[in-house]
Antibody, heavy 123, light 106 residues
Framework: QVQLVQSGAEVKQPGASLKVSCKASGYTFIEYYIQWVRQVPGQRLERMGW????????DYAQQFQGRVTMTRDTSISTAYMELSSLTSDDRAVYYC????????????????WGQGTMLTVSS | ETVLTQSPGTLSLSPGERASLSCRAS???????LAWYQQKPGQAPRLLIYGTSTRATGIPDRFSGSGSGTDFTLTISRLEPEDFAVYYC?????????FGQGTKVE
């Protein structure tokens, strides 16, 4: 079945970096955008940006620019999100989700989600 | 960016009752590209409705979406016990994609 499987929970020290993986299966990885969304406990879903697995192109939300890097490895159908200079404000669950079809004329919602990766920032 | 405001923040209802959730946009959403997601504690969001009114695969017909432009509604015709959750709207017609703050159905 179509699914996205993320790497496990992480505990990081302030100032460290987080790298989350998101492995796609059940569909052609390079045909759909991957969106990254985070959710601080008790708060709304927050867009972080997207990665185009076909070209490697990215678009980052303004509040994360300079701190986030989204990449992919097409040989293993896996997308990555790296967030640097972590603070306690980055304590959240990080999700990857499948977005629109690349080159498609119709925009699509986030129809497939990873299970989420919980980040705790603690010294 | 397009700001989405959901109301009410919390909806207190009983099983079998009808739920109406509102999502209002700060500007008109292109092509009415508005989606609704359900999220239960400890779980990822699940797509319910997209394109304002199209149910996602496997979503029961007690869920329906309506609206256009800036005003959208998710209706649950008869609440089942498993429907008590938080619901988010998201617009994907006006870049960047944005989410509402959520409505909790309790």
């Amino acid at each position: 079945q179509v699914q996205l499987v993320q790497s496990g929970a992480e505990v990081k020290q302030p100032g460290a970096s987080l790298k989350v993986s998101c492995k796609a299966s059940g569909y052609t990885f390079i045909e759909y955008y991957i969106q990254w969304v985070r959710q601080v406990p008790g708060q709304r879903l927050e867009r972080m940006g997207w990665n185009n697995p076909k070209t490697g192109g990215t678009d980052y939300a303004q509040q994360f620019q300079g701190r986030v890097t989204m990449t992919r490895d097409t040989s293993i159908s896996t997308a990555y999100m790296e967030l640097s200079s972590l603070t306690s404000d980055d304590r959240a669950v990080y999700y990857c989700a499948r977005g629109s079809k690349i080159g498609g004329t119709t925009k699509l919602p986030l129809d497939i989600w990873g299970q989420g990766t919980m980040l705790t920032v603690s010294s | 960016e397009t700001v989405l405001t959901q109301s009410p923040g919390t909806l207190s209802l009983s099983p079998g009752e009808r739920a109406s959730l509102s999502c209002r946009a700060s500007q008109s959403i292109n092509e009415n590209y508005l989606a609704w997601y359900q999220q239960k504690p400890g779980q990822a969001p699940r797509l319910l409705i997209y394109g304002t009114s199209t149910r996602a695969t496997g979503i029961p017909d007690r869920f329906s979406g309506s609206g256009s432009g800036t005003d959208f509604t998710l209706t649950i015709s008869r609440l089942e016990p498993e429907d008590f959750a938080v619901y988010y709207c998201q617009q994907y017609g006006n870049p960047p994609r944005t989410f509402g703050q959520g409505t909790k159905v309790e």
